[in-house]
């Protein structure tokens, strides 16, 4: 079993920065992918940005230049930099990781929410 710690959320105002950050825990074998996902009121969840085992990353263009994922691999540790923050990024942030044992299992955060303010 795996668990997800999140936090850095919070109310921040428009143009201003925050980071994310997401902790696994458990039976850990190895990391396929971890990413983050975003789910504002009355919208379908969101791919925000993902990175691979190998540091390869994706971003919705939405977020291109704003947003940095990184990982520590040391910590199973996922981040989101947020930078240049904007009304329409507030929403609820979910970490995502997927295990392969052989087969793929996927794992959800709580969920942190992040609250721009114009």
């Known amino acids: 079993q795996v668990q997800l710690v999140e936090s850095g959320g919070g109310l921040v105002q428009a143009g201003g920065s925050l980071r994310l950050s997401c902790a696994a825990s458990g039976t850990i074998f190895s990391i396929k992918s971890m990413a983050w996902y975003r789910q504002a009121p009355g919208k379908q969840r969101e791919l925000v940005a993902g990175i691979i085992s190998g540091g390869s990353t994706n971003y919705a263009g939405s977020v291109k230049g704003r947003f940095t994922i990184s990982r520590d691999n040391a910590k199973n540790t996922v981040y989101l930099q947020m930078n240049s923050l904007k009304p329409e990024d507030t929403a609820v942030y979910y970490c995502?990781?997927?295990?392969?044992?052989?087969?793929?299992?996927?794992?959800w955060g709580q969920g942190t929410q992040v609250t721009v303010s114009s």
């Open positions: 995502n990781v997927v295990i392969d044992i052989g087969i793929l299992y996927n794992y």
